[in-house]
Structure formats: structure tokens, C-alpha cells
């Protein structure tokens, strides 16, 4: 097993801190079929396999919340990132994930004190004035503290919590190998591919960690919205920012979950749904850079209808040719263009098996049942949850990367609708996919791609002699080969050599009856219960082997289901 990796000391106390919360919930049995138990024991810790009653007796869904929780910042944040996987999960186990809130303790303001003069190279009172001990916000990685600059100006300090990063790193590394031992273990969870959820969620805990990076994402959403005074970024102040602090502009204004002072305030509540709509569809499907996690406590409403946007911790990316992909989609959705729909699913399948008769028959009826509907009857998120029903029942999994575009979409059009009961996400997002979709077509794109196309050609052609001559080389060196891989060719010998067992114990069957039965007909000889003894022992040989071969066959059949 690979958890004897887990010998190295540094991730010995961690283990038994999960695999003991794994346990107290009923997950035992998954402890002992990832080897954790062994790898605990050969450490010299003594495990107590006894479960409480009250946590056995929950649904799976909470029970696996619950655990995460107790596991601590990197499986609620893994959790967190598992409620935007409705491709993967079905309703209410997305319902408990998103229970899993990012709200802790915050750590006593004199313990992060050093952490923060070491990191401004200063004493805090010669840069900061009015600096509150309490916090406005703590989660998991990192608080937050208001302040004032020297000049007045009123900012907010975000510090990492002291010691975070090694407890993280080694939650991280036990991900990994979970994941691939789940793989290997388990066939049947491989189409949720956990090596790749979690190689994603590596990638994006790491770039959380990294205040400075948060700092980067920030400038680069403002500078996309230069031209849009209604969209507001807090201003990053890089003198006193870096990995573990950053600080920022101080948001004023009414946090987007307090809609009665949104009235109070005289702001236009259809007004700021639509820009904060507009705003996020801009990031998606025009930047291909965007807020992956624009929920309310991330968003402030400001004098004059504006919306500030805060905590660019994660962001998620598309690529052009992932963006194309997402606005056929959206595009055949709303249009009803079942064909369209089932393309970019295919696409995003890659190599899976996949039933595309069965598949686009249903993925017709399921657009059919928008006919004649107006876009202002469309409910995007119930139309969202039935896309990745239909996906979950063919086995296929929306790409990692645009886990966090599907969250985004939903909690846009809950925000929208907590506004505006009249919002509509469709009618709002259908002006953008007709400009993606005619920014495909413009001159400069078309040359673009045009040029892009002639300089791959030419590198192709003028690496044709090299290529050439090396082949040429090898053939003369006799290290030519030709290698062909046959999807599951064991697998296939294996039936091969079990048919021809089978088909040799039924000639030995046949054999035995017709052998005894000739025998029974010859006189003379040791008898049973008046009967010839060796024709006897001929028709037992041949029913055992015939309930041999029939077991062969029925267990041959089950294995086949699987």
C-alpha cells in the first residue's frame, strides 16, 4: 500500500487525527481499505474502532459534513469547492456541503502580533493608527482588522493565520494519496476522477494561501472594469502587502446581505442586480477571469447604485477555447439547440465511454421541454441542476475548471432574484453570448487564428526533414517499433482462456455421460446399491463438474455487471 509512504514523522500525528474523526463517524471501513489503520498501528498508535451511536445513526451526506468540519480549514475548504460539483453530487449531498462555512475562531490579536511587525518591517502604531484588536472577519486561512493609515485613509489588514501553511501541506499530501488509492481501489468512484479534483484544488488552496496573489487578482479585475465607475475594487496597498498580509481599501458601504438597508438607503434594487449580473458575465464570458465565490458576504452596495466586489482569494480561469465552449452551451440552451448542447458535452467527456444515441435523445427532449418558453420563464439554476442530473446519469463529469463557473452562475441568480423577484438570468446573459459569439468572426480574430494556423503549418513542415532523418536513423539502428495498446487486451485473453476451460470441461462432461453410460450396460463388476460402481463414479464426476461450470458461468456474468 502507499500509506507506507506515510512513515515520514511530519505527517504521522496528522494521519491519526483524521483517520480517528473518520472513524467516530462511521467511516471505519474506509480507514482500513486505504491501509490507514496499518500504517497507524505500525506507528504505535492504538485506535479505538468503537462508534457513537448518535453519529453512525446520521445520513451519509451529513455525516461526511460533519467530518469535515472536524478535519479542519483544508477539508472545509475542499468541501466547499465539492458543493460546486452538482455534475458529481446529487442534491443533498450539495446541500450539506454548503452547511460547511468558513466562519472559526479568530486567533487573539497579541498571537498574530509579531507575525504582522515582522511582515511590515515596522511597529505596528508608526504605520497604523486606530488598529482594532476584533476582527471584522475570520475563516479558515485568515483574518481581517480595520484600520487607519497615517494619512486617515481607513483600510482593512488581512493576515494569515501563524502556522497555517505546514498543517495545510500535509492535509494536502494525505489528499493526494488518498486520491490515488480511491483510484485504484475503487473503479467505480474513478468517473469522479479524484486524482484531478484534487490536483485542482491543490493548485487553487496554494493560491489562497497567498495573500499577494489575492492582491494581483484584485488589480487585474479593476483594471477590466477601468471603464465601468458602477463596478468598484478596493485599492490594493502594495507597501505593506506580501504572502502572508495584505492590505486593502475599506469598503463602506451596506453588505450585500442586508437588503432591508439596501431599501433604507434609497438604492435601486433592480438597478444593482442587473450591473452586479452584467459585471460577473463580463468576467466570465468576455475576461475569461472571474469572482469564483461572489456570494453576499462578498459584495458591498455603495451610494449611486455601485457594487464593490471584495476577497479575490478564488477566482477562477477559462481558457478562449473553454469560453467558446461555455457560450455554445449557454447558446444551445437558450436557443434550444439540442445539437449544440450535446458537441460541447462530448467534448468535455474526452475519452469516456459514452451511449451518444441514448445520450442525445435525452439531452433533445430535455431542451424540447423549453419550447415556446419565454427567457423570462426559464429558471437557470433549475435548468442547471436537470444538465448535470442527465450528466450523473451517464457517468460524465463537467471539466474541473468550470466547477467554480457553475457555482458562480447560481449564486449570481439567487443574489439577482433576493433583489429583484422579476430578475431574469437568461435575458441578462443573451446579449453577451450573441458578442462572444460575433467576437469569433471579427477581422482581427480571424487573422489571429489564421495566423496562428500558417505559423503551426510552417513549424510543421520546416521540422519534417529532422523528424524524417531521425526516423530514418532509428529504422537503421533497429530501434524502430511500433507499439499498439488494446484498450482492456488482458481482460479479453482472460474471457478467451476461461471459454476455452469451460469448453473443455463440457467435452470432459460429455464424456463422463456417455462413458457411464455405456458402463452401466456391461454386466459384471463392483456394484452400489445394485448399480455398476464405476458408472456411478462417472455420472458424480460429470455433476460436479456441471455445478462447477454453472457456478463459472453465473459468477463470470455478475463480474460483468460490474
Known sequence: MLWEALSAARDLGRLHDIASILIRYGFGDMVR?????????????????????????????????????????TFIKLGQIL??????????????????????????????????????????????TDLNPEPLAAASIAQVHRTRLKDGTEVVVKVRRPGIRPTIESDLRLLQRMAKITETEAPDLRRFRPQEVV????????????????????????????????????????????????????????????LEAVGEAGLDRKTLARRGAQAVLKMILEDGFF????????????????????????????????????????????????????????DWAGDVRVDTQTLAIEIDAFVDQYHGVSLKQINLPAMIAELTALLRDHELALPPDLA?????????????????PDFDMVAEAAPFLHRAVLARFTPDALARRGWQGFA?????????????????????????RINVDVDRLDRFADRVDQSFSRLAMSTVIA????????????????????????????FGGAVVGGVWLLFSILRSGKQGKR
Not at 467554480?404 to 433583489?419: D, P, S, V, W, Y
Not at 456417455?514 to 463414479?537: E, H, K, R
Open 33 to 73: 481499505r486505504l491501509g490507514m489503520a496499518g500504517a497507524l498501528e505500525r506507528a504505535g498508535k492504538v485506535l479505538h474502532w468503537k462508534q457513537a451511536t448518535e453519529l453512525a445513526q446520521l445520513e451519509p451526506p451529513a455525516r461526511v459534513r460533519r467530518a469535515l468540519e472536524e478535519m479542519g480549514p
Open 199 to 258: 490536483r485542482q484544488f491543490t493548485l487553487s488552496l496554494r493560491r489562497e494561501l497567498d495573500l499577494a496573489a489575492e492582491c494581483r487578482n484584485a488589480e487585474r479585475v479593476a483594471a477590466s472594469f477601468e471603464e465601468h465607475p458602477e463596478i468598484v475594487v478596493p485599492k490594493v496597498y502594495w507597501e505593506w502587502s506580501g504572502e502572508r498580509l495584505n492590505v486593502q481599501e475599506f469598503m463602506d458601504g451596506i453588505p450585500g446581505q442586508d
Open 291 to 346: 469572482h469564483a465565490d461572489p456570494h453576499p458576504g462578498n459584495v458591498f452596495y455603495l451610494p449611486g447604485d455601485r457594487i464593490a466586489f471584495i476577497d479575490f482569494g478564488m477566482v477562477g480561469r477559462l481558457s478562449e477555447e473553454r469560453r467558446n465552449q461555455v457560450v455554445d452551451l449557454l447558446q444551445g440552451l437558450v436557443e434550444q439547440n439540442a445539437g449544440r448542447v450535446v458537441e460541447v458535452l462530448l
Open 456 to 480: 503551426g503549418t510552417v513549424g510543421l513542415l520546416t521540422g519534417l526533414p529532422k523528424d524524417l532523418r531521425q526516423l530514418l536513423r532509428a529504422i537503421r539502428r533497429g530501434a524502430f
Open 511 to 538: 464424456a463422463l455421460i456417455v462413458g457411464s453410460s455405456i458402463v452401466m450396460t456391461v454386466q459384471g463388476g463392483p456394484t452400489l446399491l445394485g448399480l455398476p460402481f464405476f458408472g456411478l463414479l462417472g
Open 83 to 128: 458543493a460546486t460539483r452538482m455534475d458529481l453530487f446529487p442534491p443533498e449531498w450539495i446541500e450539506e456541503f454548503e452547511k460547511l462555512q468558513n466562519r472559526v475562531p479568530p486567533v487573539p490579536f497579541e498571537e498574530i502580533r509579531q507575525q504582522l511587525e515582522a511582515d511590515l518591517g515596522g511597529v505596528l502604531e508608526e504605520i497604523f
Open 404 to 420: 467554480l463557473l457553475t457555482k458562480a452562475f447560481i449564486t449570481l441568480e439567487g443574489m439577482g432574484r433576493q433583489l429583484d
